[in-house]
């Protein structure tokens, strides 16, 4: 039996983090506080970091200088199990295996029962679309997924997340390459997903990070810009910037 290591609470702490890949140097001393059970949005430039800032979290790499807690442990403090029990996360690009569908989602949780898998996957709005194939559950799909639609594969992953029930949700724009008839599904997956939840999301779309309870905006390495969408918008900068280029991207029609 493994001991896992449970921290007081899921506040999550960057204290003047840097990070590099070989010389090219990611983050500056980037300090940021996340508050447990609260919805953080990461925004900024393509390559600003911000797939690395959340990377870091889960120990994909060690930081090179300062530290990174959960509930005021040190990530490198944690076992790799006491750390990735606490963490889900859903990318851009997912990977299922060529398994049956209902043992792509127990592997969020492999001691899940069928009922326990089927709550999550209605959860998740991929219960129909299961139920719709030849064999339901127990259909095998290909290698990486092949024969299920990009939003059908998310859906999948949110089931898988919401099966695990960990506390911290980590959102790598994982709406961003989403058919406009599976957004709606997939947004309330999402829901569902981050009820009471410490959520981390990286997105590009005005939806998915209007509501957030604090934004970060990273450019060159450092926190450029904190706050809600209200009071960003307002202020001259990149976010503002970012907000009128996805409207005009809206408002674009081909004629």
């Given at each position: 039996?493994?001991?896992?290591?449970?921290?007081?609470?899921?506040?999550?702490?960057?204290?003047?983090v840097?990070?590099?890949?070989?010389?090219?140097?990611?983050?500056?001393?980037?300090?940021?506080?996340?508050?447990?059970?609260?919805?953080?949005?990461?925004?900024?430039?393509?390559?600003?970091?911000?797939?690395?800032?959340?990377?870091?979290?889960?120990?994909?790499?060690?930081?090179?200088?300062?530290?990174?807690?959960?509930?005021?442990?040190d990530?490198?403090?944690?076992?790799?199990?006491?750390?990735?029990?606490?963490?889900?996360?859903?990318?851009?690009?997912?990977?299922?295996?060529?398994?049956?569908?209902?043992?792509?989602?127990?592997?969020g949780?492999?001691?899940?029962?069928?009922?326990?898998v089927?709550?999550?996957?209605?959860?998740?709005?991929?219960?129909d679309?299961?139920?719709?194939?030849?064999?339901?559950?127990?259909?095998?799909?290909?290698?990486?997924?092949?024969?299920?639609?990009?939003g059908?594969?998310?859906?999948?992953?949110?089931?898988?997340?919401?099966?695990?029930?960990?506390?911290?949700?980590?959102?790598?724009?994982?709406?961003?390459?989403?058919?406009?008839?599976?957004?709606?599904?997939?947004?309330?997956?999402?829901?569902?997903?981050?009820?009471?939840?410490?959520?981390?999301?990286?997105?590009?779309?005005?939806?998915?990070?209007?509501?957030?309870?604090?934004i970060?905006?990273?450019?060159?390495?450092?926190?450029?810009?904190?706050?809600?969408?209200?009071?960003?918008?307002?202020?001259?900068?990149?976010?503002?910037?970012?907000?009128?280029?996805?409207?005009?991207?809206?408002?674009?029609?081909?004629?």
């Open positions: 039996m493994v001991n896992l290591l449970i921290p007081p609470n899921y506040n999550i702490v960057f204290d003047d840097s990070f590099s890949y070989g010389e090219h140097k990611i983050l500056d001393h980037v300090s940021l506080s996340i508050p447990e059970k609260t919805v953080t949005a990461i925004v900024g430039p393509s390559g600003a970091g911000k797939s690395t800032l959340c990377n870091l979290i889960a120990r994909f790499w060690d930081v090179d200088d300062g530290k990174i807690t959960i509930g005021g442990i990530v490198r403090d944690y076992t790799l199990d006491s750390l990735l029990t606490n963490i889900s996360e859903v990318f851009q690009k997912v990977y299922l295996f060529a398994d049956t569908i209902e043992n792509n989602i127990k592997f949780n492999p001691a899940a029962s069928h009922n326990e089927v709550k999550a996957a209605q959860k998740a709005c991929c219960h679309f299961i139920m719709s194939l030849p064999d339901g559950y127990d259909t095998v799909i290909g290698e990486g997924g092949a024969t299920l639609s990009g059908e594969k998310q859906r999948i992953s949110i089931a898988r997340a919401i099966l695990k029930d960990a506390p911290i949700i980590i959102l790598d724009e994982a709406t961003s390459s989403v058919d406009p008839e599976n957004e709606n599904l997939l947004m309330g997956a999402i829901s569902e997903l981050t009820k009471n939840k410490t959520v981390i999301m990286i997105a590009h779309r005005l939806k998915t990070v209007r509501n957030a309870d604090q970060f905006v990273l450019s060159g390495g450092h926190i450029v810009q904190t706050g809600k969408h209200e009071d960003l918008i307002r202020q001259p900068g990149i976010y503002a910037d970012f907000i009128g280029i996805r409207k005009k991207a809206i408002g674009w029609k081909l004629r």
